[in-house]
């Protein structure tokens, strides 16, 4: 069936009328359709004296999850509103007529309205947009009021519909063809000869007297209307009778059999079999792996039998992408706040008009403040919620977002080259042969053939392979490539050979020749297929050729191994291009009624047009998906919110705003919706609504959405900056609608529960909180509530500066004069109008100006909002610049350093240091000491961190110092000559070690004055490291001895051990008296650490110890420390630690000459390795070790087998990193194993060759050039 057919809508609807009529008006057609739509009118006949002709639909409001029956008010609202719409019936006929039915007529007082169908296809979409909840929420758009849509927000007010299904059967049943169980083609009986009958599962064709029908699901009806002759009739029927439909786990084999292939599994009695994704009973393979080997390949259903099986409520397979579409959480929350945005009509930054009093309210003069207890203790909870509202500051930028760093799974080599060279008869061209073979020669799937599986023929010859002038030359270099592969017993090169000629033959379109070629890659393999992805291309391939070459027996054969493999494999269905498999997938579930299965076709149909574009082709299988999940006893579990937001995606292409919205609110209705999909939902409806909604207003039907929103746990529990905001939005949104509408108590209580619920840490910045809050008191002024208005006014004035005039002020003034012209107080409403009129006027006051400009630059820092915070100070800082008067530099040194540390932060280096700069230069120039030194400062960090320059740094050091020596802070100016020493220090030369000495020395001598012992215990330490970098030993111990007795003074035993370690480190990180720190770590830190229990020191001083025996060859007592670094490292946890002591450990006994227990912690170290590996330092690390072991086991050991297999994963490792220096290196070795040791020619003259060419490549002249040299030269010099 066309894709026009399907669409029962727009153009595709009058296709299918007209298609219907010309079935009906050519009985004698012969083709299956017409054959069916024949049956279809005789049948009709039969019938049609007690066939109804319509449908009543009753109507009917609801409240509730339970939905029962609504109060009388709203079922004479509903009553009211049909009355209109029966008047005026153009909007429901239009609707209806999207709904793919016709109206006939609209009882009000029943409230029922008539509809009737033309066509099957009609029937089945009305009852499919029926079941998954369609139509309820289609009549909602005509039936409710702004009012309602609004009141459905907390009330849950919606409408029902209902029909007699007995009816829409009888309509339907006509076209029936189900007889018993077995689904068959019938056609009518002529002149007396019986009823004909087809049946679709074998094709076995008969004739009966007067066949028993069954209803038939209009689904079905369809798609086996729309599948081809060759993929409808035939292989119907199972082939064994699995209890299971649906089948996953394990299962045993029934009896023995013998693989006829290497893509299928050898099987002996009671072996454990477990299920690879699914075993459907209804097809005759799945993918098993045996428990015992390991091994995987296809199984014959009717070989096994339950063990531990069980039904599956899942229909997808592991890895298996579910939905049809990513939305980035970030991206729909921008879009959905931006949207929000453009249509609020908030008070924003204009004055508020007052509004006329009634003729009662006039004849009041004065307002009289309510005397009721409870309303005044309502007011100052709001109070107190609205100061803890505002006490909130901005801390995260609002325009922050998070880019997710995606990595693809494969990085496939896209540069695969091979060079086809001229093929002379006779002459042997193995040798050019060897980059394919050693490309090809690979049981295992690895991504590069994944790139060169998905070439087309035409990209084949064109970028795969070069150096060809035609594809006859190609397929003659591949041809005897496939020979030389034969001949060389290279299967796995000789497979994939086979399938690339395949292609070519297929591009080319000789069929048969393709066909033996692909048979041939499925016989060539002596062992099992390990990679299912050729193993699927090739099903693929020669079920496309035997259905274009009528082979029935053999198109179903190999479908159902393809089939086996889409049921296993996630990836297997981005292979298939074309549909006829997944085709023949759902139609042998429909004949088996495997609801499972049907359930996992349509997804994979679904998916198929939809990675293919072909969308439109998608919706009839994302509907048969949600009716089968809206069954009342579903036999599988999915989700359904993703399929009713990509429905509405579709049905907005297709422009059915109807149906469209109605997905939309099924989706944000589905318990299953996430945070994304119901902002998709917003943003979706938000846009289409923009050409027919006013500006700045909202939708009222999105009320509901925005509620649910803003009501998911979702949202509430996620505390960071972009949901707060989000939430806030929503909440003011929300509030808007209800006051338009005049539910203003709803619209207050909405603003009070944001300012009741708001974090603590407030998201916005403070005008836009300011701006709630505005609107908060106005809603309070239409309420007659000004003395409550006037409170929150009151309170947000109270935030702003007092000398300090904005905009937003003269807007609270404003306000604040209407709530008390409400009140009655004349006199201060003229105060507060005349005050927000000043303000206007005031923004000549240059100073005050640039004030307001610097204090909101620095609002938005708070909020994060750098480029607006830099615009704004930018703004201040030439407002400063421009005035004369004195009096003003210290808030122009405050702006200065701000904007400069926003530079600094925005990576603006050179701007961040002309602010500082001109700030110190100003600081000097008003002899500001406490500007000048926090402008020095901030120089000394840019220097140090953010750019560092060591000569800047120690000049701006420098005069920090002299600063601080000025303000007489002992604590800062020894803290400061501490950091010149490290500066100095880190010179290097002899002249900077003296000056660290000396400022080491003076920051000693104040911090013995302080007696603030910690510090001058490390003073005396830092001051005997500085004299054994001038070699000056003599006094080291002195120095050192004197930090040991100050910490311990302290009786910190923190202290005391950090110190004790400092000084163990002194020797330890220098080239000289290196073995002094054994006596710090062993003799001293380490029984200390051992005392107080400090097991991450313990553990440090051991790795050091360790590390430092190990390198003063004390061999035998480094082990202790290793062992022990080792058990610690265990106790904790900590793998990194425990790699490292098994690797010294491992370095120790090959040391020591105990090779085996060298082999051991080596093997142990490996074992700890990550996997996979994740760089390329760990990959070399396994190069590095197996080519250790295998020179410990080959030189020392002397077992040459051992040493070679340890070689080969150096290798394998050296060939993953792409170290081509290792590769010779272990070429050249195994070279010699094999050559002198193993016997081996073959083996030996590979690898020989291997190293040769990789010595050619790294233009390495290699003396030993033979493996006999190679083995005279290495293993003479190991023995000797």
Same mark, same amino acid.
């Given at each position: 069936?066309?894709?026009?057919?399907?669409?029962?809508?727009?153009?595709?609807?009058?296709?299918?009328?007209?298609?219907?009529?010309?079935?009906?008006?050519?009985?004698?057609?012969?083709?299956?359709?017409?054959?069916?739509?024949?049956?279809?009118?005789?049948?009709?006949?039969?019938?049609?004296?007690?066939?109804?002709?319509?449908?009543?639909?009753?109507?009917?409001?609801?409240?509730?999850?339970?939905?029962?029956?609504?109060?009388?008010?709203?079922?004479?609202?509903?009553?009211?509103?049909?009355?209109?719409?029966?008047?005026?019936?153009?909007?429901?006929?239009?609707?209806?007529?999207?709904?793919?039915?016709?109206?006939?007529?609209?009882?009000?007082?029943?409230?029922?309205?008539?509809?009737?169908?033309?066509?099957?296809?009609?029937?089945?979409?009305?009852?499919?947009?029926?079941?998954?909840?369609?139509?309820?929420?289609?009549?909602?758009?005509?039936?409710?009021?702004?009012?309602?849509?609004?009141?459905?927000?907390?009330?849950?007010?919606?409408?029902?519909?209902?029909?007699?299904?007995?009816?829409?059967?009888?309509?339907?049943?006509?076209?029936?063809?189900?007889?018993?169980?077995?689904?068959?083609?019938?056609?009518?009986?002529?002149?007396?000869?019986?009823?004909?009958?087809?049946?679709?599962?074998?094709?076995?064709?008969?004739?009966?007297?007067?066949?028993?029908?069954?209803?038939?699901?209009?689904?079905?009806?369809?798609?086996?209307?729309?599948?081809?002759?060759?993929?409808?009739?035939?292989?119907?029927?199972?082939?064994?009778?699995?209890?299971?439909?649906?089948?996953?786990?394990?299962?045993?084999?029934?009896?023995?059999?013998?693989?006829?292939?290497?893509?299928?599994?050898?099987?002996?009695?009671?072996?454990r079999i477990i299920i690879v994704g699914l075993l459907v009973s209804c097809f005759d393979w799945f993918v098993g792996k045996k428990e015992s080997s390991g091994e995987m390949g296809l199984v014959k259903t009717e070989l096994v039998k339950p063990d531990d099986t069980y039904n599956s409520e899942e229909v997808f397979i592991e890895g298996e992408d579910r939905t049809f579409f990513t939305i980035q959480e970030d991206k729909a929350i921008e879009e959905t706040l931006e949207l929000l945005k453009k249509k609020k009509q908030i008070l924003g930054h204009s004055y508020k008009l007052d509004k006329m009093p009634s003729q009662d309210q006039r004849k009041k003069i004065d307002f009289v403040k309510p005397d009721n207890l409870e309303l005044q203790q309502e007011r100052e909870e709001l109070k107190m919620h609205i100061q803890r509202f505002l006490s909130s500051e901005p801390t995260v930028p609002l325009n922050s977002k998070n880019h997710d760093s995606i990595s693809p799974s494969e990085t496939p080599n896209?540069?695969?080259?091979?060079?086809?060279?001229?093929?002379?008869?006779?002459?042997?061209?193995?040798?050019?042969?060897?980059?394919?073979?050693?490309?090809?020669?690979?049981?295992?799937?690895?991504?590069?053939?994944?790139?060169?599986?998905?070439?087309?023929?035409?990209q084949l010859c064109s970028t795969t392979f070069t150096g060809h002038s035609d594809e006859d030359q190609l397929a003659s270099f591949l041809s005897v490539a496939r020979e030389t592969a034969r001949k060389k017993r290279l299967f796995w090169s000789q497979t994939r050979i086979c399938f690339l000629l395949g292609k070519l033959c297929v591009g080319r379109s000789k069929f048969s020749q393709a066909r033996v070629y692909f048979e041939e890659a499925l016989s060539v393999p002596r062992e099992g297929f390990a990679d299912f992805r050729l193993l699927t291309y090739i099903y693929y391939n020669l079920s496309k050729i035997y259905l274009l070459q009528k082979n029935t027996e053999s198109f179903f054969a190999v479908t159902e191994r393809l089939v086996a493999l889409l049921m296993g494999f996630s990836f297997c269905l981005e292979i298939v291009e074309e549909d006829f498999v997944l085709k023949h997938i759902l139609k042998k579930a429909v004949l088996a009624n495997n609801k499972q299965a049907e359930a996992r076709a349509s997804f994979l149909l679904a998916k198929h047009y939809w990675e293919r574009k072909e969308k439109l082709e998608a919706i009839p299988y994302i509907e048969r998906l949600l009716v089968l999940?809206?069954?009342?006893?579903?036999?599988?579990?999915?989700?359904?919110?993703?399929?009713?937001?990509?429905?509405?995606?579709?049905?907005?292409?297709?422009?059915?705003a109807n149906l469209s919205a109605c997905s939309f609110r099924k989706t944000s209705l589905d318990p299953s919706t996430t945070l994304t999909e119901s902002l998709s939902c917003i943003v979706q409806l938000l846009s289409n609504s923009m050409p027919q909604q006013e500006p700045n207003s909202f939708p009222c039907h999105l009320a509901p959405y925005l509620h649910k929103v803003a009501s998911l746990p979702e949202l509430q529990e996620?505390?960071?900056?972009?949901?707060?905001?989000?939430?806030?939005?929503?909440?003011?949104?929300?509030?808007?609608?209800?006051?338009?509408?005049?539910?203003?108590?709803?619209?207050?209580?909405?603003?009070?529960?944001?300012?009741?619920?708001?974090?603590?840490?407030?998201?916005?910045?403070?005008?836009?909180?300011?701006?709630?809050?505005?609107?908060?008191?106005?809603?309070?002024?239409?309420?007659?509530?000004?003395?409550?208005?006037?409170?929150?006014?009151?309170?947000?004035?109270?935030?702003?500066p007092e000398h300090c005039t904005s905009p937003q002020e003269g807007e609270v003034l404003n306000l604040c004069g209407v709530a008390l012209c409400s009140m009655g107080d004349l006199r201060r409403a003229v105060e507060n109008y005349e005050a927000a009129i000043e303000i206007c006027q005031e923004y000549e006051d240059l100073p005050n100006w640039a004030v307001a400009q610097a204090n909101l630059g620095l609002l938005c820092l708070k909020a994060g909002a750098s480029a607006l915070a830099q615009t704004h100070l930018m703004e201040a800082l030439q407002l400063f610049s421009e005035l004369d008067a004195e009096g003003h530099e210290q808030s122009f040194i405050t702006v200065l350093l701000e904007l400069g540390k926003l530079y600094v932060r925005r990576g603006q280096m050179h701007y961040g240091k002309e602010c500082y700069e001109w700030a110190l230069l100003l600081s000097i120039s008003a002899k500001l000491l406490d500007c000048e030194l926090g402008a020095t400062s901030q120089l000394c960090r840019l220097y140090s961190s953010e750019s560092p320059d060591q000569t800047q740094c120690i000049v701006y050091s420098l005069h920090q110092l002299q600063l601080l020596q000025r303000t007489g802070d002992m604590v800062q100016t020894a803290e400061a000559l501490e950091t010149l020493s490290q500066l100095y220090l880190s010179l290097s030369t002899h002249k900077a070690y003296q000056a660290a000495l000396d400022y080491t020395k003076s920051s000693l001598g104040m911090f013995i004055d302080m007696g603030v012992k910690e510090k001058e215990a490390y003073g005396w330490l830092q001051a005997g490291k500085i004299y054994h970098l001038l070699g000056q030993t003599e006094l080291v111990e002195l120095y050192i001895q004197a930090a040991q007795e100050v910490a311990l003074s302290t009786g910190d035993t923190q202290s005391i051990l950090s110190l004790l370690e400092a000084a163990g480190d002194i020797f330890f990180n220098s080239e000289q008296d290196r073995d002094k720190a054994i006596t710090f770590y062993?003799?001293?830190?380490?029984?200390?650490?051992?005392?107080?229990?400090?097991?991450?020191?313990? +553990?440090? $001083? &051991?790795?050091? =110890?360790?590390?430092?025996?190990? /390198?003063?060859? *004390?061999?035998? %007592?480094?082990?202790?420390f290793a062992q022990t670094a080792l058990d610690i490292s265990i106790a904790l946890g900590e793998r990194l630690n425990e790699r490292v002591a098994y690797h010294r450990l491992?370095?120790?006994?090959?040391?020591?000459?105990?090779?085996?227990?060298?082999?051991?912690?080596?093997?142990?170290t490996l074992a700890l390795c990550p996997s996979p590996l994740q760089f390329d330092e760990e990959t070399l690390y396994y190069v590095r070790v197996y080519q250790m072991l295998g020179d410990i086991i080959f030189y020392d050991v002397k077992d040459p087998v051992d040493a070679a297999g340890y070689y080969h994963l150096a290798l394998a490792a050296a060939?993953?990193?792409?170290?081509?220096?290792?590769? +010779?290196? $272990? &070429?050249?070795? =195994?070279?010699?194993?094999?050559? /002198?040791?193993? *016997?081996?020619? %073959?083996?030996?003259?590979?690898?020989?060759?291997?190293?040769?060419?990789?010595?050619?490549?790294?233009?390495i002249r290699r003396v030993n050039i033979s493996p006999e040299q190679a083995h005279s030269s290495n293993y003479s010099t190991k023995t000797q």
């Open positions: 069936m066309s894709t026009g057919s399907r669409r029962g809508t727009g153009s595709g609807r009058s296709r299918s009328s007209a298609d219907g009529r010309e079935q009906r008006e050519q009985p004698g057609r012969s083709s299956r359709s017409g054959t069916m739509v024949r049956s279809r009118k005789r049948t009709m006949s039969m019938y049609e004296d007690n066939t109804p002709t319509a449908l009543p639909l009753l109507l009917d409001m609801v409240r509730g999850p339970e939905r029962l029956p609504a109060d009388e008010e709203l079922q004479e609202m509903l009553r009211g509103k049909l009355r209109v719409l029966q008047a005026d019936s153009g909007e429901v006929t239009a609707l209806f007529t999207e709904l793919s039915t016709h109206l006939l007529s609209i009882s009000p007082e029943d409230k029922i309205i008539y509809v009737t169908f033309k066509t099957f296809e009609e029937i089945w979409k009305f009852n499919t947009y029926y079941t998954v909840g369609f139509l309820d929420h289609c009549l909602e758009s005509l039936l409710f009021d702004p009012k309602l849509w609004l009141q459905s927000v907390e009330e849950e007010v919606s409408a029902e519909i209902s029909f007699a299904q007995d009816t829409l059967d009888l309509i339907s049943k006509p076209s029936s063809c189900r007889r018993a169980r077995d689904i068959a083609q019938f056609e009518p009986p002529f002149l007396g000869s019986g009823w004909s009958v087809r049946c679709l599962a074998d094709g076995a064709r008969g004739t009966a007297p007067k066949p028993s029908l069954e209803p038939v699901p209009a689904f079905h009806q369809w798609f086996l209307k729309s599948c081809p002759e060759s993929i409808l009739v035939g292989d119907g029927k199972p082939s064994c009778s699995f209890p299971l439909q649906f089948a996953r786990g394990s299962c045993l084999a029934a009896e023995e059999y013998d693989a006829d292939g290497p893509d299928e599994l050898s099987l002996a009695p009671n072996d896209s540069s695969l080259r091979f060079f086809v060279p001229h093929i002379v008869e006779g002459k042997n061209h193995t040798e050019e042969f060897m980059p394919l073979f050693t490309f090809l020669q690979n049981q295992n799937y690895v991504p590069d053939y994944g790139e060169l599986y998905r070439l087309t023929p035409e999940s809206c069954e009342e006893a579903p036999t599988f579990s999915i989700s359904p919110s993703c399929g009713y937001l990509t429905l509405a995606g579709l049905y907005n292409e297709l422009d059915l996620k505390q960071n900056v972009r949901h707060h905001v989000l939430s806030h939005h929503l909440t003011v949104c929300l509030s808007e609608m209800f006051s338009k509408h005049g539910m203003l108590d709803r619209a207050v209580q909405c603003m009070h529960e944001l300012v009741e619920s708001s974090p603590s840490a407030q998201s916005l910045p403070v005008s836009q909180v300011n701006s709630a809050l505005i609107w908060l008191a106005w809603l309070h002024i239409e309420k007659s509530q000004p003395d409550v208005a006037l409170d929150v006014l009151e309170l947000v004035l109270a935030t702003m062993r003799d001293r830190a380490l029984p200390i650490s051992t005392k107080a229990n400090s097991v991450h020191t313990r +553990l440090r $001083l &051991c790795n050091k =110890l360790t590390e430092l025996m190990l /390198n003063l060859k *004390m061999f035998g %007592e480094a082990v202790e491992a370095a120790l006994y090959h040391r020591l000459q105990q090779f085996e227990l060298a082999e051991h912690f080596y093997l142990k060939l993953d990193l792409g170290n081509k220096k290792s590769q +010779l290196q $272990l &070429c050249t070795r =195994l070279a010699t194993i094999y050559h /002198n040791f193993l *016997m081996d020619r %073959e083996s030996s003259l590979f690898f020989y060759q291997r190293a040769r060419g990789l010595a050619a490549e790294l233009n």
